[in-house]
């Protein structure tokens, strides 16, 4: 009798740590929501021309490279002041991909030397996005995207740290 019972006690934790476990299993995938932008430096410099890029999404290294060419900025003339350029530039390599928040799912499939200055460029953003032609010309057409990195044309909470099709 004692063991019958030990053994249904065994099977109701098995029914209900189940559900737990597919809930852990969810939160680990790359669909979760990425750590949002806070400081209103960064949003304020960063933010001028286009969405505001989340750090997780590149390496350390990678933001160092990019905010020490801002004077050519993807043909652009993004350069601060020291003391902004010195703010955002911590921001941004504290909470960059190799941080740990995001597991690192950025930066998968990159090797020790590439500093990608483009998300859009990553082997990850690559691999996330070529199912189904996601961002095919006619994709981006139809979203009325005006390139790759136009995040927010397909992802209306892009800014908000979501990515995830509801
Ligand atoms: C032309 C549309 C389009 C553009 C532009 C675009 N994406 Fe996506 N993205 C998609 C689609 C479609 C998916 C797959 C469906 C989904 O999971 O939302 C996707 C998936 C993702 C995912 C994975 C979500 C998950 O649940 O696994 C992330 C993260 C993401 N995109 C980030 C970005 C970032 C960052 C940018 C800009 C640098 C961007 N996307 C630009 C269409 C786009
Ligand atoms: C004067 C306008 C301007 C400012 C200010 C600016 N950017 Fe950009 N940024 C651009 C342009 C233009 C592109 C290229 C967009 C494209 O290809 O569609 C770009 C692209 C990027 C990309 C690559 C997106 C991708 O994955 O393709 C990142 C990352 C980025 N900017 C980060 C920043 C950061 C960080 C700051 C603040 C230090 C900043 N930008 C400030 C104009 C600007």
Redesign the pocket.
């Known amino acids: 009798m004692k063991k019958f019972a030990f053994a249904s006690v065994l099977a109701a934790l098995a029914v209900a740590g189940f559900p737990l476990m597919m809930m852990q299993a969810a939160a680990d995938d790359d669909g979760e929501r990425v750590a949002p932008v806070k400081d209103p430096v960064?949003i304020k410099?960063?933010g001028?021309?286009?969405m505001v890029?989340q750090p997780v999404?590149?390496p350390a290294r990678s933001?160092q490279k990019?905010?020490a060419g801002?004077k050519d900025?993807?043909?652009?003339?993004?350069e601060?002041d020291e003391a902004a350029a010195k703010r955002?530039g911590d921001y941004?390599t504290a909470n960059a991909g190799d941080s740990g928040y995001f597991q690192g799912h950025a930066l998968r499939g990159l090797r020790d030397g590439d500093t990608p200055?483009?998300?859009?460029?990553t082997p990850w953003?690559v691999r996330k996005h070529e199912k189904h032609g996601r961002i095919s010309p006619s994709a981006l057409q139809r979203a009325k995207a005006?390139?790759?990195?136009?995040c927010a044309a397909c992802h209306p909470d892009a800014g908000k740290g979501y990515y995830e099709d509801d």
């Not at 900025?73 to 993004?78: K, L, Q, R, T, V």
């Not at 005006?146 to 136009?150: E, L």
């Open positions: 960064v410099e960063c001028a021309c286009h890029f999404f590149l933001w990019m905010m801002l900025h993807f043909g652009e003339n993004a601060l955002i941004l200055l483009r998300i859009s460029e953003f005006k390139s790759k990195s136009d």
